[in-house]
C-alpha cells in the first residue's frame, strides 16, 4: 500500500509540473518539478496526513486532467503516474477507461497497465495490450509486454499473443513475452515448445527468461525439457536442467536424464544435475 507521504515519488519526473503549474507556466515544467520536489520532502516533517491526502485528491485530478492534454507526451506520462500510485486512484478509473481509445498507442498501453495496477482490471486492458504487441514501434511492444508480464494468471487471453511475440525481432521484447507467460503459469502450456525453443535464442537473457518461464510453467514443460537436457549445446542443457529443478518434485520423470547429466563433459552441467537431483528427490 502507497502511504500518504510517498505517492509523489510514484509519479514520473516530468509529470510533476503537471501537480504545480498550469497554463502558460507550463514553459518551465523543470523548475516546478524541482518544487514539488521540495515541497515532498519538506511536507513529510511539517505537514499532517490529512494535508497530504488533500494534496493527492488536487493531484490526481490534475493528472485526470492531463489525459486530455493535446501533447501525446503529457497525457501518457499522466496514465503512467495514475497507474504508480495505484489503489489511491480509483478516481480516475472511468477517464483511464476513455484513453483506451487515444489516438497514441503509447498512451493506450500505459492507460490498460493503470487500469490494471489500481483496480486489476484486465478485461479491459489486455485486449488494448494485446494489440500493442503488433505495434510498429520496438518501445512500445516491449512496454505492453512488460505490462503483461505484471499481470500474471489473469493475462491468460493474452498467450497467443505472446507466443507470436517470442519471434520479435527486438531482444527485450522476447525476453518480457517469455516472462510475461512464465507468470501465466499452466495457462500458457501452449508455449512451452515455443520457449523450449528460445532455449537457443542468441541472447542469453532471453534463454534465461525462457528457462524460467518453463520451470514456472511447471510438470507440463517436463517431457520436452528432458529432451532439451540432452542437447548438444551445453547452455540448452543447463537451462533445461535448470528449469527441471525449479519444478521441483513433480519432475521425477527427469531422474534418469539428470543421473546421466551427473557424468557430462562441462562441470557446470554435472553441478545442476546434482542440485536438480537434491531438489527433485530430497
Known amino acids: 500500500m502507497i502511504m500518504p507521504k510517498e505517492w509523489l515519488r510514484k509519479i514520473p519526473a516530468p509529470v510533476f509540473a503537471l501537480l504545480m503549474v498550469g497554463g502558460s507556466n507550463r514553459a518551465q515544467p523543470c523548475q516546478a518539478a524541482e518544487q514539488n520536489l521540495a515541497y515532498t520532502s519538506a511536507s513529510a516533517h511539517s505537514h499532517s496526513d490529512w494535508d497530504e491526502e488533500q494534496r493527492l485528491r488536487r493531484s490526481v485530478s490534475t493528472l485526470i486532467d492531463a489525459l486530455s492534454d493535446k501533447d501525446a507526451k503529457v497525457r501518457q506520462q499522466a496514465a503512467e503516474g495514475l497507474g504508480n500510485l495505484g489503489s489511491r486512484c480509483k478516481a480516475a478509473l472511468p477517464a483511464l477507461a476513455n484513453a483506451l481509445d487515444d489516438r497514441d498507442v503509447s498512451v493506450r498501453i500505459q492507460a490498460a497497465a493503470a487500469l490494471w495496477e489500481i483496480d486489476r482490471q484486465s478485461k ?23 505490462a503483461l508480464a505484471g499481470m500474471g494468471p489473469e493475462a491468460r487471453e493474452a498467450v497467443p499473443a505472446l507466443m507470436e511475440s517470442m519471434r520479435d525481432y527486438n531482444w527485450t521484447v522476447r525476453f518480457f513475452s517469455a516472462n510475461a507467460l512464465g507468470n ?68 521425477d520423470a527427469a531422474i534418469p536424464t539428470l543421473a546421466q547429466a551427473l557424468q557430462d563433459e562441462d562441470v557446470a552441467v554435472r553441478q545442476g544435475a546434482e542440485a536438480a537431483l537434491k531438489r527433485i528427490q530430497p
Open 124 to 146: 479491459l486492458a489486455i485486449p488494448v495490450l494485446v494489440r500493442s504487441l503488433e505495434s510498429k514501434v520496438a518501445a512500445n511492444r516491449l512496454t505492453a509486454a512488460s
Open 184 to 251: 501465466i503459469g499452466s495457462g500458457a502450456k501452449a508455449s512451452i515448445p515455443h520457449l523450449v525453443k528460445a532455449l537457443k535464442d542468441e541472447e542469453g537473457f532471453v534463454a534465461l527468461s525462457a528457462a524460467g518461464a518453463l520451470g514456472r510453467i511447471g510438470v507440463d514443460a517436463v517431457p520436452l525439457l528432458i529432451g532439451a537436457a540432452t542437447d548438444r549445446d551445453r547452455r540448452t542443457r543447463l537451462l533445461a536442467i535448470q528449469a527441471l529443478s525449479e519444478i521441483g518434485p513433480k519432475a
